[in-house]
């Protein structure tokens, strides 16, 4: 499956942004799909994932309240609606698929196995 992410760009502290993801070449509603974020020199981390029906959602605390990750199915979309934007928030942003769903270790990066190209987000104090 090919990612493509988009919705990134410069936004204050406090506000708002929706990223998207649209996927092709294979069936999306097979695939478990995520966000993760990476800050230049660190760890790519997680951010949210969804299950493939779209039914079942999970947060890394430090977004937990603030984003909400959904699914269409029908338009081989999903999105991040992301709220109450901090500058810690800073980072490019991935998309990510797998057809697999690690219930114990869904946040590790090496589950997925593919990969939109990133869209920076930056939050600006």
């Known amino acids: 499956v090919q990612l493509q992410a988009s919705g990134g760009g410069l936004v204050q502290a406090g506000g708002s942004l929706r990223l998207s993801c649209a996927a092709s070449?294979?069936?999306?509603?097979?695939?478990?799909m995520a966000w993760f974020r990476q800050v230049p020199g660190k760890e790519r981390e997680f951010v949210a994932v969804?299950?493939?029906?779209?039914?079942?959602?999970y947060y890394a605390d430090s977004v937990k309240g603030r984003f909400t990750i959904s699914r269409d199915n029908a338009k081989n979309m999903v999105a991040l609606q992301m709220n109450s934007l901090k500058p810690e928030d800073t980072a490019i942003y991935y998309c990510?698929?797998?057809?697999?769903?690690?219930?114990?270790?869904?946040?590790?990066?090496?589950?997925?196995?593919?990969w939109g190209q990133g869209t920076q987000v930056t939050v600006s104090s």
């Open positions: 969804i299950s493939r029906g779209g039914a079942m959602s």
């Open positions: 070449g294979r069936t999306f509603s097979n695939y478990v």
């Open positions: 990510a698929a797998d057809r697999s769903y690690y219930s114990s270790s869904y946040y590790r990066s090496m589950n997925y196995a593919y």
